[in-house]
């Protein structure tokens, strides 16, 4: 059965497009033998292709397959039942499986299993196995990343002492009681964990940014870098808004939801965002 009937809507993984390529890369690889010092041998490794996945919409357990077809089983009094063909995953001699829109069925079981590390859904006492490759993901989030640590310090560095204690009392166990080390926890807190800062604070740019990059973690909305456009993941594709190539997509969007008082359309996005977001925080 295809695994996407099973999941509930929200974890379903959204139709592939023509061209479509996905990349999967195992965690071991570029790492060495600790006994031997040479690379680790990852040729002719293979991966079972069955899975128990928790649905946290559903809240219930699934059973997922790398089906690629059925087989007829002759039962009692000749009755004959279909059972799945399922096939384990091999990956090649640099630890690394490269899929197409053709092999769609076994996507969608690498992207929601427990063994894959990129998969915000995925059950974190479970051990990982792989994580799926996007470079161009990889360094624009880690531009979001360094500009997250530059906002949340710079609401630090300019607040008021109000606003410091409120956000103090907040975020808890901090001193607001002296206002030098109530400033520096804060400003040390904006370099280890800027999305706490910004949570708690009343920056409401600051705040709507970090909806926008859950929204992105958790696949209700996707950057394409060709087209320079968001469009929603679940909406057959249907689109948010071009961002221009002297701005960043995060920022972009952020400016454009922003615009609510302006323009209704931006104002129907931004509802549907915070519509979209809302059973993920519950369930995560």
Same mark, same amino acid.
């Given at each position: 059965m295809d695994i996407n009937e099973l999941l509930s809507e929200k974890l379903k993984v959204p139709a592939p497009k023509p061209g479509q390529t996905w990349r999967f890369r195992m965690n071991?690889?570029?790492?060495?033998?600790?006994?031997?010092?040479?690379?680790?041998?990852?040729? #002719?490794?293979?991966?079972?292709?069955?899975?128990?996945?928790? +649905?946290?919409?559903?809240?219930?357990?699934? *059973?997922?397959? !790398?089906?690629?077809?059925?087989?007829?089983?002759?039962?009692?009094?000749?009755?004959?039942?279909?059972?799945?063909?399922?096939?384990?995953?091999?990956? #090649?001699?640099?630890?690394?499986?490269?899929?197409?829109?053709? +092999?769609?069925?076994?996507?969608v079981f690498? *992207?929601?299993? !427990?063994?894959?590390?990129?998969?915000?859904?995925?059950d974190p006492k479970k051990q990982s196995l792989y994580f799926e490759v996007n470079d161009v993901k990889t360094r624009a989030d880690k531009i979001v990343s360094m500009d997250l640590k530059h906002d949340a310090y710079t609401?630090?560095?300019e607040a008021t002492l109000d606003k410091l204690k409120a956000l103090g009392k907040n975020i808890g166990g901090i001193d607001i009681t002296d206002t030098d080390t109530l400033r520096m926890n804060l400003l040390q807190r904006?370099?280890?964990?800027?999305?706490?800062?910004?949570?708690?604070?009343?920056?409401?740019k600051g705040r709507l940014k970090i909806n926008v990059m859950d929204a992105e973690h958790y696949k209700m909305i996707s950057f394409s870098e060709t087209e320079r456009k968001w469009f929603w993941m679940d909406d057959a594709g249907e689109d948010i808004c071009d961002i221009s190539v002297d701005k960043g997509r995060i920022d972009g969007l952020v400016e454009y939801l922003l615009t609510q008082d302006k323009d209704n359309e931006a104002k129907s996005s931004l509802r549907l965002l915070s519509e979209k977001m809302k059973p993920i925080y519950a369930a995560v």
């Open positions: 071991k690889t570029g790492r060495h033998d600790p006994m031997t010092g040479k690379p680790l041998a990852l040729a #002719d490794y293979w991966m079972q292709g069955k899975d128990i996945i928790y +649905d946290p919409f559903a809240k219930q357990s699934i *059973l997922i397959l !790398n089906s690629v077809g059925e087989k007829p089983v002759i039962g009692e009094f000749g009755k004959v039942r279909y059972e799945p063909i399922v096939e384990m995953i091999k990956w #090649d001699h640099k630890g690394e499986i490269v899929l197409t829109e053709q +092999d769609f069925p076994t996507v690498m *992207l929601r299993s !427990n063994k894959n590390k990129s998969n915000p859904f995925r609401y630090v560095k904006s370099e280890t964990d800027p999305r706490s800062i910004i949570i708690h604070s009343k920056d409401v």
